[in-house]
């Protein structure tokens, strides 16, 4: 790229002209980490119908199958971060040798009073370990972002407990297990003497909650019902909060 594009582009379009000559690698980097996030939301939908409908129903044979297909399912991930590891970590370095070329050969055109004004230190740190974070954030921003927002979609937690003192031990244990927000502990006024604890989060970290709470409210016998939601509605989001 000559210094007339770069004073010609703006940031975002001078860093994704890099993409272009290594898009094959970018598009295999996003398409693993999109099927990473599918892998990532169906487990816990899975986890439930095997626990609550397979399980009880004695449908055994179906519940082994699904369970194997669930274990290829995360051979299959754990291949698919070795790529994005492997392969996306190639594109970044491709990405920032190409920049980096482009600079030095900028560097060595520029008059000889520009580095009177500006010390060479640091110019050449921002050449090396400014542009390696820029090229970190190229190769881990994309991919990061498209996790997050499958997943960040998240989910919704609801555990209701016959118990009020029951219901808070179970709520404080939820939110040390597992990085997820509370929306609401409502107690027993009203309720029959029952409680509820809604909290969202991302689906794997709603759903290691639930595990958490569960296992009190069973172990007291105070359980009334568990469930987490995938990918709720808005509305129900706004109905909430």
Known sequence: MTTREFQQKKPLSILFTYFKPHRGLFILDLVCATV???????FPLVTRKSMYDLLPN???RTFFIVMG???AAFIVRALLYYVISYWGHTFGILVEADIRRDLFTHVQELDVSFFD??????LMSRLTSDLFEITELAHHGPEDLLISTL???GAIGIMESFSISTMIICADQILKAADVESIELRLGNGLGGKSYFTFTGDVSAVQAGSSAGVAIAKEKGLLVNSEVIP?????LIESLL
């Open 231 to 235: 990918s709720p509605s808005h509305r």
């Open 36 to 42: 990473v996030a599918l892998i990532d939301l169906a």
């Open 117 to 122: 004004h500006n010390r060479t230190g640091q």
């Open 151 to 153: 997943t960040i979609l």
């Open 69 to 71: 297909v669930m274990m």
């Open 58 to 60: 004695q449908q055994y």
